[in-house]
Structure formats: C-alpha cells, structure tokens
C-alpha cells in the first residue's frame, strides 16, 4: 500500500540530492518491480526507464541469470576479503574478463564498491605515482567544471559542481578546474570545432600556470554524463591527448557512465580515440544489479606497481572484489559480450533511436537536441534560433521532468537540459514510445508555458 509506506519513508529515510522538504509534501515515488526496460511504481503505473537507472542498467532489469550468479556465489563464499595475499576465484575471473575487453594497456585492475570509490583510488594512485617516480610535486589534478566524479570527498573535490562544494568546504587542495567543452552554453560565436580547441587548450594554460613539475593527471569523461550529457567537438579530444602526452601527465578517462556499451564501444575512450592512463568505472559494470567498482591501471602505472615500486599501496576497500558483487559483474558482462549489446548500440538502436531524438530539435522548445550510442540531451530554450537560456535556470526542466514522469518515462532534468540514457536492450518499439513520450512531454511543457 503506497500511502503508509510513503509515510514511513517521509519519517525515516533521508533521499541523496534531495530538499526533504519540497521531497516530503510532494511524497515519494515508489518503484516496487522492473522488468527490461519498465519499472512499475506502487500506484500500478508502468514508466518507461529512460535513465537506465541512474545510467547504470545496461542489460535491462530483472535478468534471472544474475540472479542465478548471485545466489550460487551467496551459497559458496558470500564473502571473503582481498587484502593481505587473500583472493578467491570471482575477483580473479572478473580481473581476467576485464583485461580481455579493455584496451590493450589495461591488464589490471583494482576493485573498489561504488564509481565514487573508484575516483578516491584514482586520486592516491596518480600521486602515489609521481612519488614513486621521484616527482613527489606532481600533485596537481585538473579536472573540469560542472564535472561529477562521485559524492565522496575526492569525487566531489574532483567534480566541478558549485553545490557541491559549497556543503563541507570543498574541494580539498590541489584540484584544479577548467572548462567544459560544452559548446551550446559557452561556445559563443565560435564555431564547435573552434571552441573545442579553445577549451582544450585552457589545459595547457593552466599547466603553465601550475607548473609542469606540479600537475600529476587530467581526469574527465569522455562524454560528460551528469553535467548535461556534453558531447565534446570533433576537435577537443585530440587536443587534449597531445598535451597530456607532451606535458608528462597522467590521462585519466572516467568511464563510470561512458564505459560498458553506452556510446556503442565497450569505452567511451576508444569513441573518441583516446588512450588513456587509468579508467575508473562501475555502474555498467554490474548494470546496478550490486554494487562495483573499478579502477583499470594501464600498464604504466601496474608495470611499477608489479614490481614493487610501490611498495604496500595503502588503499583498499572492505568490499575491494566483493565476491558476490563479482560475481553480479561477470553474468553482466558476458550478457553485453554474448548478446551482441555494444554492437547493438553501433549499429542498430543507437542510430534508430538517434534519428529519431534529433527530429526532436524541430519542436519549438528545443534549441539542439544531441545523442551518441544510447546518451543524448535536448536544450530547452525560450526562444529559437539563439542558443540562450530561460532567465531562471532548472524551473522548466524541472516542469518538463514531472510531465514525463506523468506520461510515463523517466527523464532526468539538469537544469533545462533533458537527459535520456536508456538501457542497452531497449528495442525499436520502446525507442518509438521513448521518443512519442518525449514529444508529448515536450507539448505539454510548451503549453503549460503558454498558459
Ligand atoms: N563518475 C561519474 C562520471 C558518475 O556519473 C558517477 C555517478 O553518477 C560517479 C563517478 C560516482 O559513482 P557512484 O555514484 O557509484 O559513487
């Protein structure tokens, strides 16, 4: 019944990125079951999962072969530790399937339990790195506005997010930010290909104004995700990856929502052509189904840890190769590989789906709708052609949002901008009621507008 549970909730259960307030008079939404690409909530009302989750879901819900995994791993070693020489055969197979399906220079990894610890990881191996190498001054990280690395207080500090950093006095020293790529807001009268460079080569500047001997590594998304789905120029990434190659710094692509098929490459690295140094990931992962992360070390960093250099690294999580957790991942994986998703993504859903969304950009609310694999945004502006913003940031995505909860697809909002990452599985039909939803939605935001 939703009405006591509700209640029960409004009086217990503090929400993350929630006013409790504002969540508690409206009243929570209550998801009980999900099933491919559906959820139901407990009012009986079936959704559209638009956001896979929180842009992890990849396989869909409900697949009982990882419930099959889970519970044969519960009933054999529901838990052990990988510390202190310690291991057991699901960190171990999902270590071997993991080198098997990224890049080439990644034959490691270290487990972690969220993409949040992932980030912390990355934080103290890129440090430790330089140390190690005898340049404990490259310490520096430079990561971007508006990015988001997690919620712990590296993640955060790594992020670029104002409010974020307002709640607890961050970031913690030696992060550094520069800009987005993120042409639609901050391009001006530049051209895209123009304004990637420009934003790329904010990097450069900032490593002469740090010092080259300071600045450890450059961490961003290959297609920022949360902060409103940007997908850079054509010219930016090439940029970036000459000058962290020239300068000596470490190339750190999060690929906690780009990794695992959602740009229809197993890596939103190997989309945009770059290679990087470290990958931390999860989501994807396990498609949500528990909770794992990952950092993959390219062999750079492993070779010295290998052998020795490191010495102890003085890191590691409870649930580092939590064996259930793994063993989550591994079904999941095998799904993705097996059933063809990543391809699926190139060559079948991905551009069905893509023309569909950027028809999308006609609807006068739209000023740029953009989509890569199965990640894409529409802009929401008050007046077209101009790329120019409603005067009061977040109110209209956030109208937009509850009329597509209403219709029943969830979408997420980032300010005005309207965000879908669906799972991988979604097929042309569920694109077509994805993308029927969406123009709906769209309507009635336009004419509440009106009214
Ligand atoms: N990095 C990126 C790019 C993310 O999108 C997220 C979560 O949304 C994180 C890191 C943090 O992951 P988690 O929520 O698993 O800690």
């Given at each position: 019944p939703t009405g006591?549970?509700?209640?029960?909730?409004?009086?217990?259960?503090?929400?993350?990125?929630?006013?409790?307030?504002?969540?508690?008079?409206?009243?929570?939404?209550?998801?009980?079951?999900?099933?491919?690409?559906?959820?139901?909530?407990?009012?009986?009302?079936?959704?559209?999962?638009?956001?896979?989750?929180?842009?992890?879901?990849?396989?869909?819900?409900?697949?009982?072969?990882?419930?099959?995994?889970?519970?044969?791993?519960?009933?054999?070693?529901?838990?052990?530790?990988?510390f202190f020489k310690t291991t057991h055969p699901p960190a171990i197979r999902l270590a071997e399937l993991l080198a098997e399906l990224s890049p080439p220079q990644f034959k490691h990894v270290f487990f972690t339990g969220s993409g949040s610890e992932s980030n912390d990881t990355v934080l103290r191996l890129v440090r430790t790195y330089w140390a190690k190498l005898g340049k404990p001054d490259k310490k520096v990280i430079i990561a971007r506005r508006n990015a988001y690395h997690g919620s712990t207080v590296a993640g955060a500090s790594l992020g670029g997010m104002g409010p974020m950093h307002a709640q607890g006095g961050l970031p913690i020293p030696g992060i550094h930010h520069?800009?987005?790529?993120?042409?639609?807001?901050?391009?001006?009268?530049?051209?895209?290909?123009?304004?990637?460079?420009?934003?790329?080569?904010?990097?450069?500047?900032?490593?002469?104004?740090?010092?080259e001997g300071n600045v450890a590594a450059f961490i961003a998304e290959p297609i920022q995700g949360a902060g409103g789905v940007i997908i850079p120029p054509s010219t930016y990434w090439p940029e970036v990856a000459r000058i962290c190659k020239e300068r000596e710094i470490?190339?750190?692509?999060?690929?906690?929502?780009?990794?695992?098929?959602?740009?229809?490459?197993?890596?939103?690295?190997?989309?945009?052509?770059?290679?990087?140094?470290?990958?931390?990931?999860?989501?994807?992962?396990?498609?949500?189904?528990?909770?794992?992360?990952?950092?993959?070390?390219?062999?750079?960093?492993?070779?010295?840890?290998?052998?020795?250099?490191?010495?102890?690294?003085?890191?590691?999580?409870?649930?580092?190769?939590?064996?259930?957790?793994?063993?989550?991942?591994?079904?999941?994986?095998?799904?993705?590989?097996?059933?063809?998703?990543?391809?699926?993504?190139?060559?079948?859903?991905?551009?069905?789906?893509?023309?569909?969304?950027?028809?999308?950009?006609?609807?006068?609310?739209?000023?740029?709708?953009?989509?890569?694999?199965?990640?894409?945004?529409?802009?929401?502006?008050?007046?077209?052609?101009?790329?120019?913003?409603?005067?009061?940031?977040?109110?209209?995505?956030?109208?937009?949002?509850d009329f597509s909860f209403a219709n029943g697809l969830v979408m997420r909002a980032v300010k005005d901008t309207m965000i879908i990452s669906p799972p991988l599985v979604l097929n042309h039909e569920e694109a077509d009621e994805l993308v029927r939803l969406t123009e709906k939605t769209l309507d009635d935001t336009y004419a509440a507008l009106k009214a």
């Open positions: 006591p549970l509700r209640a029960l909730d409004a009086a217990h259960h503090l929400h993350p990125f929630s006013d409790m307030k504002a969540l508690n008079a409206e009243g929570s939404r209550i998801i009980v079951r999900a099933k491919g690409c559906f959820l139901e909530d407990s009012d009986g009302n079936r959704i559209l999962d638009g956001m896979a989750g929180l842009w992890c879901v990849n396989i869909g819900h409900g697949r009982p072969e990882i419930a099959e995994a889970v519970q044969a791993q519960m009933a054999e070693l529901a838990y052990y530790n990988t520069i800009a987005q790529p993120y042409w639609f807001d901050e391009g001006g009268e530049l051209s895209p290909e123009e304004f990637g460079l420009v934003a790329a080569r904010e990097l450069e500047v900032a490593i002469e104004q740090l010092g470490l190339l750190v692509a999060d690929e906690v929502i780009c990794g695992f098929g959602r740009t229809g490459r197993w890596f939103g690295s190997e989309f945009v052509g770059i290679e990087p140094d470290l990958m931390p990931v999860a989501k994807g992962l396990s498609s949500g189904y528990l909770p794992i992360g990952g950092v993959l070390v390219g062999e750079k960093v492993a070779s010295l840890m290998v052998a020795g250099e490191f010495g102890d690294f003085n890191h590691g999580y409870t649930y580092s190769g939590h064996p259930v957790a793994c063993a989550a991942a591994i079904a999941n994986l095998r799904i993705i590989r097996d059933e063809g998703l990543v391809e699926r993504v190139a060559n079948d859903i991905g551009p069905y789906l893509q023309k569909k969304w950027l028809a999308l950009g006609d609807h006068p609310l739209v000023g740029e709708a953009r989509m890569v694999g199965l990640i894409g945004a529409l802009e929401l502006v008050p007046a077209k052609p101009e790329r120019r913003r409603f005067p009061d940031p977040g109110k209209v995505g956030t109208i937009c949002r």
